[in-house]
């Protein structure tokens, strides 16, 4: 009896040599699946992304109904004060969106009142919009960001300044080919001219001023309207990564011949004005909203040309197969 007793004993638990065969056989467990739940996660975020892009799309088909199918412009500059932007002008139209934009007369711009919309006949830094200004746009924002430039923190300008606090976004309007850069060229081998785009540069008086579906001359589904461009907040100092900023419309190129369209290192991509990559935190690629509302995932191998040719909206190019 007291040997069997003794013989129960023995095996009543775990060796420590089985002990560490077990945690290692877990630990390599947790190792292989822990890419798979981020990858899980990522595809969540992507999606998320994506339908964001959608929403904005909508919001712009609306937009252009409303003002005889023309899309918004980039930007508006009244006066001699800054800019006010694209994704300022449809608030209106997007679901769940609870600051909207008005041309509402302004007594006092100078002062601070709990009125949350965003009067677009003031400057967009003035205190009467310091409300909606500060407010953040899921519709906006990428849940995929990771990676923020230096002045902005939480999806918030976090520098000391006239921008202090101000909501960002993670979605540039498309306003060609930067013209300056003599490596991009067009299928016929010359220079991009300016404002090959849809959402353009230049500045306008009103809303009533922007580019026509009937001069989208690609195809609306061949043509970029919106490109990620995360994670940027004052960008050079100019605001350009402010929701109502006029200036988150921007060329696509860079510089420099050897730095990618598409997913750049972020030291190439937020200080560099209105000439720009593409850029996102999702693996390998970027989001974009085409002009017809279809969302695609442009992957960061896509050849120059191509890229270039949905960039423009009348330059004739031939994109097979889709974007």
Not at 44 to 65: D, E, H, P, V, Y
Not at 260 to 279: E, H, Q, T
């Amino acid at each position: 009896m007291l040997s069997a007793w003794r013989h129960q004993k023995k095996w009543a638990g775990f060796s420590v040599i089985e002990l560490l065969v077990v945690t290692a056989v877990v630990v390599l467990l947790v190792g292989l699946l822990l890419p798979v739940v981020q990858q899980v996660r990522e595809t969540g975020r992507r999606l998320s992304c994506q339908n964001n892009l959608k929403q904005i799309g909508l919001a712009t088909a609306q937009f252009a109904s409303a003002y005889r199918d023309r899309l918004p412009p980039g930007r508006i500059q009244k006066g001699n004060f800054k800019t006010v932007s694209w994704s300022s002008f449809f608030l209106e139209f997007m679901d769940h969106v609870d600051r909207q934009a008005t041309w509402a007369p302004v007594r006092d711009p100078d002062l601070v009142t709990d009125d949350a919309r965003l009067f677009l006949n003031a400057d967009f830094r003035s205190p009467v919009n310091q409300k909606a200004t500060k407010t953040k746009i899921r519709q906006y924002l990428c849940p995929s960001v990771s990676r923020e430039e230096s002045s902005r923190h939480n999806d918030t300008i976090s520098e000391s300044g006239e921008f202090y606090g101000m909501a960002c976004i993670d979605y540039s309007g498309n306003a060609g080919v930067n013209p300056n850069e003599a490596h991009y060229l067009d299928h016929h081998g010359n220079l991009y001219p300016s404002n090959t785009g849809v959402l353009l540069l230049r500045e306008v008086s009103s809303v009533n001023e922007g580019v026509p579906y009937r001069l989208i001359t690609d195809g609306l589904s061949k043509t970029i309207l919106i490109f990620e461009w995360s994670g940027v907040g004052l960008g050079g100092g100019q605001a350009r990564g402010v929701w109502a900023s006029g200036l988150n419309c921007n060329y696509v190129g860079h510089a420099h011949r050897n730095v990618s369209l598409i997913n750049p290192p972020p030291a190439k991509v937020w200080d560099a004005g209105p000439n720009v990559p593409m850029f996102s935190d999702h693996p390998g690629g970027i989001n974009v909203l085409m002009c017809d509302g279809s969302v695609h995932y442009l992957d960061a191998g896509t050849e120059n040309y191509v890229v270039l040719a949905l960039l423009t909206r009348a330059s004739g190019e031939i994109v097979k197969g889709g974007s």
